[in-house]
């Protein structure tokens, strides 16, 4: 075949694809980096070395530091929320021991506690009267307006926060006994009249009827004695001397036949003292009394008898009626 273009050419090499120039490249001077984003440069990054420079040593300790104390407050909010804080107990008082103590009052005193905050107050529980309370901060309890020569008994519990401790043991204090020479004589009383020695005819051994008011509110003191012998009556004021009452009274007695008596008057001499006493709400009071009497008769008479004069000595014992 002819080269209708006139390249001259053979067949085969009009058929050869045509192979494009290779294209010139530019020398290599180093890898290649992506561009630097704001965030890069807001964190030190370097476009020219490729990386943030090294965080200082100082920097990062703070950083765990830091971090600790966080875990530190998450652990203890946790610590609230889960197991919230328990107040202590509230103790037990103890060391209960008996103090000063008169006729109509006692007293006690406690420990504090141990360990632990003070109560808010102390209850004080009484066994035969009513007890009471007292602040925290003290430890002694005493009770006025109580009966003389008596037992009482107590408890003391503790009070915070609305809770109660258990109760104490138990303290037994006691009122003064005072002597029976202080005994109050009041009231109604029954005596008895044993003679001593020789007595006129009539006179015999015998009850009386003696009402006894004292001259004061409380305590021992000078008395009015109003008193009854059979269908005699007769009125004494009785002074008070340390232990012995005296006092003496006009006794009207009658001489003679029932039918045809006289009038015998006869002057009463008494001498008496307490022997035994007990205690009455606040008061200290006798419960006995003994002493002696004298009856001293004039001599009387009338156009058809007469009465001698006579001294008639008694021994007298009292008891409540």
């Avoid at 008070?240 to 009038?263: E, L, Q």
């Amino acid at each position: 075949m002819t080269d209708p273009e006139g390249t001259g050419q053979g067949p085969s090499a009009a058929a050869a694809p045509a192979v494009p120039p290779s294209p010139v490249t530019a020398p290599d001077h180093g890898t290649a980096h992506e561009p630097a984003t704001a965030h890069d440069l807001s964190i030190g990054y370097d476009p020219a070395v490729g990386q943030a420079p090294a965080t200082p040593r100082r920097r990062r300790r703070w950083v765990v530091v830091l971090l600790a104390a966080v875990v530190v407050l998450g652990l203890a909010a946790g610590l609230v929320v889960w197991a919230p804080w328990t107040p202590p107990p509230v103790l037990r008082p103890t060391g209960l021991v008996a103090g000063p103590s008169t006729a109509n009052s006692v007293a006690f005193h406690w420990s504090r506690p141990r360990t632990g905050p003070l109560p808010d107050k102390y209850l004080i529980i009484g066994m035969q009267t009513a007890g009471g309370s007292v602040p925290g901060t003290v430890t002694s309890y005493r009770q006025t307006g109580l009966t003389p020569a008596t037992p009482y008994q107590y408890r003391v519990v503790a009070v915070r926060g609305g809770k109660r401790s258990p109760q104490s043991a138990l303290v037994t204090v006691r009122t003064l006994t005072p002597p029976v020479s202080q005994a109050r004589l009041q009231g109604s009383w029954s005596v008895y009249a044993r003679t001593i020695g020789p007595a006129p005819p009539g006179h015999r051994n015998g009850y009386m009827t003696w009402d006894l008011s004292p001259a004061c509110a409380a305590g021992a003191c000078d008395v009015t004695l109003h008193g009854k012998d059979g269908p005699f009556s007769f009125r004494a004021k009785l002074t008070r001397s340390g232990a012995v009452y005296t006092g003496r009274a006009v006794t009207n007695f009658r001489c003679g036949p029932a039918h045809n008596s006289i009038p015998n008057p006869a002057t009463l001499k008494i001498r008496i003292h307490p022997t035994k006493a007990t205690g009455e709400n606040v008061a200290w009071v006798a419960r006995s009394f003994a002493g002696h009497i004298v009856l001293v008769f004039q001599y009387v008479s009338n156009s058809a008898f007469y009465c001698p004069a006579a001294t008639v000595n008694a021994a007298v014992t009292g008891t409540p009626a």
